[in-house]
C-alpha cells in the first residue's frame, strides 16, 4: 500500500487534464481522494471528465455542493441541497 504521507504538487494542467491526472494516480493507488473545485460548475466539468477518463472503474464520485447563501443573510437553504449534502456524507461513512 502506498505511503500516505507524500504529496503531489502539479502544476499548469487546464480543462480536462487534470481529470486524466486524478484518474491516473488512483488507478494506481486506489486510495480516497479529495477534489476541491472553486465553483459548481467547475466540479460538475471535472466530474464528468473523470466519468469519461474511467467509464469501468466503479468508485463513487461524489459532489458535495455548497449552500450559496452568504453566512450573515436569514435565509433558508433549498431543502435539495441539504439533501445532496447529506447524501455525499452518507456516502463517504458507509463507503
Same mark, same amino acid.
Given at each position: 500500500? &502506498?505511503?500516505?504521507?507524500?504529496?503531489?504538487?502539479?502544476? =499548469?494542467?487546464? =480543462?480536462?487534464?487534470?481529470? /486524466? +491526472? #486524478?484518474?491516473? #494516480?488512483?488507478?494506481? @493507488?486506489?486510495?480516497?481522494?479529495?477534489?476541491? &473545485?472553486?465553483?459548481?460548475?467547475? &466540479? =460538475?466539468? /471535472?466530474? &464528468?471528465? @473523470?466519468? %469519461? /477518463?474511467?467509464?469501468?472503474?466503479? /468508485?463513487?464520485?461524489?459532489?458535495?455542493?455548497? *449552500?450559496?447563501?452568504?453566512? %450573515?443573510?436569514?435565509?433558508? *437553504?433549498?431543502?435539495?441541497?441539504?439533501?445532496?449534502? #447529506?447524501?455525499?456524507? *452518507?456516502? #463517504? +461513512?458507509?463507503?
Amino acid at each position: 500500500m &502506498a505511503a500516505r504521507d507524500h504529496r503531489v504538487k502539479c502544476l =499548469g494542467l487546464n =480543462g480536462s487534464e487534470r481529470a /486524466f +491526472l #486524478i484518474s491516473n #494516480i488512483y488507478q494506481q @493507488l486506489g486510495l480516497p481522494m479529495l477534489v476541491v &473545485a472553486p465553483s459548481a460548475k467547475e &466540479a =460538475g466539468s /471535472f466530474l &464528468a471528465d @473523470l466519468r %469519461f /477518463f474511467n467509464p469501468a472503474v466503479d /468508485f463513487p464520485l461524489l459532489s458535495f455542493p455548497a *449552500y450559496n447563501i452568504l453566512p %450573515f443573510k436569514f435565509l433558508t *437553504y433549498h431543502s435539495e441541497t441539504a439533501a445532496r449534502r #447529506i447524501h455525499a456524507l *452518507y456516502q #463517504i +461513512l458507509t463507503s
